[in-house]
């Protein structure tokens, strides 16, 4: 009997390796400190015959928050569908500098059997004598983290104590900055267009148009928003003085406003030239705060407030009356006023009333709708 023998084929299968690189400012050194990071791990893939490159990822800026880093998200994927069996990264605080990130990410990676490897720490996640340490460096990475904006922190209050702000690329229309002061520009004529217009009772969706009609945008050449209209009437800055250290500091990690930390505000009165004279600004503060007032007794409105709002009451149950918009049969659309507990249908049944009929009593202090007609103060 003849025996053939059939060799086993041996599985030359190269293991999947991706490369992380992250850096925290676009500054050009940094930039450079990317690109090197990149062709040093690629450089070492190749030299390795049971590896093949998956993929190079990278992010620039914060390292806090896995959402806001687009590279590292989209090799978190990839790894997830089994395309990457192993991930090279510089250090851990390149990874994350959120101790509960880094934990959460890596054990994810280490159920689908990808391991992260750290060449500064010499750690490796598949390792089981490493997992202790892992954490511990994990936990040094986010004092790191903590550390740094504690000390930033500190500058800017340092910094505000005497007076001293950065404005950063001229973020407030109408002025530029000039060896660290506030100038009036060509847009300071907008700003006080939009204090004008305002103190005429034009709405802010009103003022939006005349500006974007007379060709006043945003730097991406969008017209302005809303929040920017109020954010600007608003803003102190436009009567000559600043208000620094608005909000308590952000937390380093949810990069939110966090109200538990104690914080000094200073204000500096006639720093810089104004646009607007603070009569006008003192003005335009009490027409906000009236509008306020208004809409904490009709409810939600949009943009500024009808000059019937606040005056027209309910006879039923009492309740503030609320001006809708509705479609007669043809299609036609119908100023009219509801009872605001009738729309949120908590049993009211009051009559809707045209604005037409309404009109003839602007001058009133207080309007009533009954069920036989309108009482009038």
């Not at 954010?231 to 966090?258: A, C, H, R, V």
């Given at each position: 009997?003849?025996?053939?023998?059939?060799?086993?084929?041996?599985?030359?299968?190269?293991?999947?390796?991706?490369?992380?690189?992250?850096?925290?400012?676009?500054?050009?050194?940094?930039?450079?400190?990317?690109?090197?990071?990149?062709?040093?791990?690629?450089?070492?893939?190749?030299?390795?015959?049971?590896?093949?490159?998956?993929?190079?990822?990278?992010?620039?800026?914060?390292?806090?928050?896995?959402?806001?880093?687009?590279?590292?998200?989209?090799?978190?994927?990839?790894?997830?569908?089994?395309?990457?069996?192993?991930?090279?990264?510089?250090?851990?605080?390149?990874?994350?500098?959120?101790?509960?990130?880094?934990?959460?990410y890596t054990d994810m990676l280490r159920s689908r059997n990808v391991t992260v490897e750290f060449e500064k720490e010499r750690l490796r996640t598949d390792d089981p004598t490493s997992s202790f340490i892992f954490s511990l460096m994990s936990a040094i990475a986010e004092n790191e983290s903590r550390s740094i904006s504690e000390n930033i922190r500190w500058g800017y209050k340092e910094r505000f104590k005497r007076g001293e702000f950065n404005l950063g690329n001229n973020r407030i229309l109408g002025y530029d900055t000039v060896d660290g002061k506030l100038v009036a520009n060509q847009y300071a004529d907008s700003v006080r267009l939009i204090f004008a217009l305002?103190?005429?009772?034009?709405?802010?969706?009103?003022?939006?148009?005349?500006?974007?009609?007379?060709?006043?945008?945003?730097?991406?050449?969008?017209?302005?928003?809303?929040?920017?209209?109020?954010?600007?009437?608003?803003?102190?800055?436009?009567?000559?003085?600043?208000?620094?250290?608005?909000?308590?500091?952000?937390?380093?990690?949810?990069?939110?406003?966090?109200?538990?930390?104690?914080?000094?505000?200073?204000?500096?009165?006639?720093?810089?030239?104004?646009?607007?004279?603070?009569?006008?600004?003192?003005?335009?503060?009490?027409?906000?705060?009236?509008?306020?007032?208004?809409?904490?007794?009709?409810?939600?409105?949009?943009?500024?407030?009808?000059?019937?709002?606040?005056?027209?009451?309910?006879?039923?149950?009492?309740?503030?009356?609320?001006?809708?918009?509705?479609?007669?049969?043809?299609?036609?659309?119908?100023?009219?006023?509801?009872?605001?507990?009738?729309?949120?249908?908590?049993?009211?049944?009051?009559?809707?009333?045209?604005?037409?009929?309404?009109?003839?009593?602007?001058?009133?202090?207080?309007?009533?709708?009954?069920?036989?007609?309108?009482?009038?103060?």
């Amino acid at each position: 009997m003849q025996i053939t023998r059939i060799p086993a084929k041996r599985e030359n299968k190269k293991m999947k390796v991706a490369v992380y690189c992250r850096v925290s400012t676009k500054m050009d050194t940094q930039e450079n400190s990317l690109e090197t990071q990149q062709e040093v791990y690629i450089n070492l893939i190749s030299l390795r015959t049971d590896w093949e490159l998956e993929g190079v990822y990278s992010d620039s800026l914060s390292g806090l928050r896995a959402e806001k880093r687009p590279g590292f998200m989209k090799m978190i994927k990839a790894a997830m569908n089994g395309k990457i069996d192993r991930i090279l990264c510089k250090s851990v605080s390149r990874f994350s500098r959120n101790v509960a990130e880094c934990k959460k990410y890596t054990d994810m990676l280490r159920s689908r059997n990808v391991t992260v490897e750290f060449e500064k720490e010499r750690l490796r996640t598949d390792d089981p004598t490493s997992s202790f340490i892992f954490s511990l460096m994990s936990a040094i990475a986010e004092n790191e983290s903590r550390s740094i904006s504690e000390n930033i922190r500190w500058g800017y209050k340092e910094r505000f104590k005497r007076g001293e702000f950065n404005l950063g690329n001229n973020r407030i229309l109408g002025y530029d900055t000039v060896d660290g002061k506030l100038v009036a520009n060509q847009y300071a004529d907008s700003v006080r267009l939009i204090f004008a217009l305002f103190l005429q009772g034009k709405t802010v969706e009103e003022i939006i148009r005349t500006l974007t009609d007379i060709g006043v945008k945003t730097r991406n050449n969008t017209p302005l928003s809303r929040y920017s209209i109020l954010y600007i009437l608003k803003n102190e800055t436009y009567k000559g003085d600043k208000l620094l250290q608005k909000q308590p500091p952000k937390d380093f990690i949810s990069k939110k406003p966090d109200t538990s930390i104690m914080f000094e505000s200073n204000y500096l009165e006639n720093d810089h030239e104004a646009i607007v004279s603070r009569d006008v600004w003192d003005a335009v503060q009490a027409k906000l705060e009236e509008n306020k007032k208004i809409g904490e007794k009709v409810g939600h409105r949009g943009g500024q407030p009808h000059f019937l709002y606040g005056k027209i009451f309910c006879g039923e149950c009492g309740a503030p009356m609320t001006r809708r918009t509705v479609y007669g049969p043809g299609g036609e659309k119908i100023k009219t006023w509801i009872c605001r507990e009738k729309r949120k249908k908590n049993g009211c049944k009051c009559r809707n009333v045209k604005e037409e009929y309404l009109l003839k009593y602007g001058d009133a202090k207080r309007i009533v709708i009954k069920s036989d007609g309108v009482e009038v103060d």
